[in-house]
């Protein structure tokens, strides 16, 4: 089944025509709980990995203790966050003879990790002719908080615009507009209207703290946004205009309970990333190699 975002309750570029050169595509990839095979895409999934070719283990052997999780010496084998074959996101700009898009982390990313900038592997489908039957188990004291679950995905294009990225001039511009908007509708630029919540690729970050984009080591640009890792698809505001029309219950318009009597489609990949914040990752377009970067935050 398809996921399907409704659209905006208000014609965004009428109200705001400052808001539309600043639209970016954004794909959400609406994660629900599966078993996908290596063959597909996924959250959390199995990853199509060459059997001769080393798992990634971070590179960090020491994590120290946190909260959640006691010190932990030795290596680390990462962990599958994402997984993208070109057919079912076409949008996305692959690099030039791959067609499928891999990202491991660290599973002490948040909080215990010393060098913890994920892995972004891009490849072709068709050269892995031996794939690695089943990933290393990562360490049991790793916090099972920043491991998704696996997840099949229903990607969908939709059309980001910025909130806290948003320039401090159109900010001001559109003050009295978006004030006026709240009064009337209680729709509210940031919550309803702005970027898509959730696990998406493109578009803007959907930030839980102010911005923090990275610049690239190598050329000292500004690096491209490829891949948000929320908390939730959605929060206590932002569900009323993000939700799925396929996860809603006809008379609330909430999220309708599943066949186990739980919600399918706020927090589908168990994750909790600092406290209900998220992970960014990021890369340069113009360097060899698309280096990589992230940044975290928590609520
Ligand atoms: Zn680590
Ligand atoms: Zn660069």
Redesign the pocket.
Known sequence: MARTTPPRPVDMEELFPELAPLRRTAIRLHPRAGSPSAEESSVGGPLLWPADEPWPV???TS?PATWDAPATDGP?PMVAVVQIHRRDVPELAFPEGCDLLQVLW?P??VD?????TPRVHWRSAGSVVRPLPAAPPTVGTAPTDSIPDPCVLHPEVVADYPSRDMPDEVAAALRERMDELEARTGLIHFYHLAEAPGIKLGGYPSWTQDPCWPTCADCGVTMDHLLTVSSWEYDGESWRTWLPVEDRDEETGREKKGATGKETAHNPADLMIGDAGGVYVFQCLTCPGRPVDHHWDCS
Do not use: E, K
């Open positions: 971070c590179p960090s994590h680390v660290c002490f990313l215990g990790c010393s060098t913890a």
